[in-house]
């Protein structure tokens, strides 16, 4: 069964240099979630966006953005990164908005280095 | 490779009446075992964790987790559940051996009816 694929897997840039990371929800989910988890650290829910709109936000920096497009896979973009954006970035995806029985899958994460 | 299972798609309970949601994990080192809570249209919201300690880990709204190494399970408790405990729970591991890496299980819908 298709499940949630991120790419890539592995990047690694320089400070203050831009990223861009991309989640392929499952066919036919709906709602992205998108994750910071930094090492040794519990997952931090970024935002969440709902056929293509918004629908939660978490604590995600300015420097960052996302959305998500007609296909449904959604990019987050990251700006004048920081050594502290290293981290493992991963997504998840669910069908609805999350209502009684709506389950998120998650992906496998794109591991994040700034040097 | 690690890995966590929730069994129960489903979790059905009558408000007032004790709520466990299983979970079993499987890691190739010492486990780091998390739980969280989804509500309706909200990102994660994390629940309890075990590191190292004592068993019977206490979190957030009244819930507790007991960690049982000869199982390898690590299912959480309220001893009372409330109709606003109605959400969707995650189990997650981590090994030791790597700082980043998270498996989440499939989740467990908990519904708890007035």
């Known amino acids: 069964a298709a499940g949630v694929i991120q790419s890539p897997r592995h990047l690694i840039k320089e400070k203050r240099e831009t990223a861009t990371l991309k989640c392929y929800p499952i066919p036919r989910h709906d709602t992205v979630y998108w994750y910071q988890q930094g090492p040794g650290q519990d997952p931090q829910f970024l935002i969440s966006f709902y056929e293509k709109m918004q629908s939660d936000k978490g604590s995600i920096p300015d420097r960052f953005s996302a959305q998500q497009f007609s296909d449904y896979h959604s990019e987050l973009n990251m700006s004048s990164l920081e050594l502290g954006d290293s981290a493992l970035y991963f997504c998840a995806s669910s069908l609805g908005a999350g209502g009684q029985g709506t389950k998120a899958f998650f992906g496998q994460g794109t591991r994040l280095t700034v040097v | 490779a690690q890995s966590v299972a929730q069994p129960e798609d489903q979790v059905n309970v009558a408000e007032g009446n004790p709520l466990t949601v299983k979970c079993t994990y499987s890691v190739s080192g010492n486990p780091y075992l998390f739980w969280y809570v989804q509500y309706p249209n909200r990102g994660l919201q994390f629940l309890l964790k075990?590191?190292?300690?004592?068993?019977l880990v206490k979190g957030s709204y009244g819930f507790e987790a007991e960690f049982n190494k000869s199982q390898t399970s690590f299912h959480l408790k309220k001893p009372s559940a409330l109709v606003s405990d109605s959400a969707l729970y995650f189990c997650a591991v981590r090994d030791t051996w790597d700082d980043y890496k998270l498996s989440f299980g499939a989740g467990t819908t908990v519904t708890v009816r007035a």
């Open positions: 075990y590191i190292t300690g004592d068993n």
